[in-house]
């Protein structure tokens, strides 16, 4: 193993920029598990094709009725 590629590897990963990342995530906190996820949804963009399924699945209305629903139903 060459020991150059080593050290290559040690500087690119404990540059100052990389340790001030880690920092900066380590600093964040939390007051609830919504705000995580706020954060999280702010800083994932999701490729082009789901979202436009997902905005698709979005605009079809409500879901139809469980099949035990249409099944069991309370008749009158």
Known sequence: MNPNKLD??????TGPD?????RAD???EFGTPEE???HDAAQIHPPAEVAARLGRS??????????????????S
């Open 36 to 38: 995580l996820l706020r």
């Open 18 to 22: 990389h340790h001030e990342a880690l």
């Open 26 to 28: 380590a600093a964040r």
């Open 8 to 13: 290559h590897r040690q500087q690119q990963h």
């Open 58 to 75: 979005l605009q079809g209305g409500a879901p139809p009725r469980p099949w035990w629903k249409r099944i069991f139903r309370r008749e």
